[in-house]
């Protein structure tokens, strides 16, 4: 079965400090990747997506993610973490044509002063 | 504005009622989505609908029903057969059944 993998269910960095949050896709197939955040109490945002084309994306609020084939991985990064970052994070892979996006479990980012 | 809306944000049951939550979009999406979601475990699919009159069983669909009579419309039942009712519900919806936009989510709190 296609899964997706975050690892680590809590991040921990210092305010100003790199932000790397993992993902890990099971397929053979090129997939479209996605990363959204959700905020306490809110609905999911998307920050970035990759389909085809270049393998390092831009997202919003200063996030980006690089597409790795050869290691099935689709990892989130921020050079510099904000207070204002602090939410939880969720990777997602559409794979096939089922009109479903399969979810990682989550990784909450906290930063800390 | 385009986007999708869920109504209420926060609504309140006593145990054996069924309770329908709304969500309405217009953003002219074919397909729409309801999941769950618990501390701790993500989102889990509910149901989901790629088209008017049509809708299918996503991984956790026992206790829940939906209809989909307007494209704009995907309201969800909780009925008093789901065990545990008490969850976050998010509405989505998606053009292409890839890209997901989210509603603010209806947090339900079953006593």
């Known amino acids: 079965a296609q899964s997706v993998t975050q690892l680590g269910s809590h991040v921990s960095v210092s305010e100003g400090a790199l932000v790397l949050l993992r993902c890990n896709y099971s397929?053979?197939?090129?997939?479209?990747l996605f990363w959204y955040v959700q905020y306490p109490n809110q609905g999911l945002q998307l920050l970035l997506k990759y389909t085809t084309g270049a393998t390092l994306v831009k997202g919003i609020n200063g996030f980006e993610a690089e597409f790795k084939k050869s290691e099935t991985s689709f990892h989130l990064t921020k050079p510099s973490a904000h207070m204002s970052d602090a939410a939880e994070y969720f990777c997602?892979?559409?794979?096939?044509?089922?009109?479903?996006?399969?979810w990682g479990a989550g990784t909450k980012l906290i930063i800390k002063p | 504005d385009g986007g999708i809306t869920q109504s209420p944000k926060y609504l309140f049951r006593k145990e054996g009622q069924n309770v329908t939550l709304s969500c309405e979009q217009n953003?002219?999406?074919?397909?729409m989505y309801w999941y769950r979601q618990d501390p701790g475990q993500g989102l889990r699919l509910i149901y989901y609908s790629q088209i008017v009159n049509d809708f299918q069983k996503g991984d956790i669909a026992e206790g829940y029903s939906v209809s989909r009579e307007k494209k704009e419309s995907f309201p969800l039942t909780v009925t008093s057969a789901q065990k545990n009712p008490t969850a976050f519900y998010l509405c989505?919806?998606?053009?292409?059944?890839?890209?997901?936009?989210f509603g603010p989510g209806t947090r339900l709190t079953v006593t």
């Open positions: 397929s053979s197939v090129p997939p479209y």
């Open positions: 989505a919806s998606s053009l292409t059944g890839r890209e997901q936009y």
């Open positions: 997602a892979v559409y794979m096939d044509s089922n009109y479903q996006l399969i």
């Open positions: 953003l002219n999406h074919d397909a």
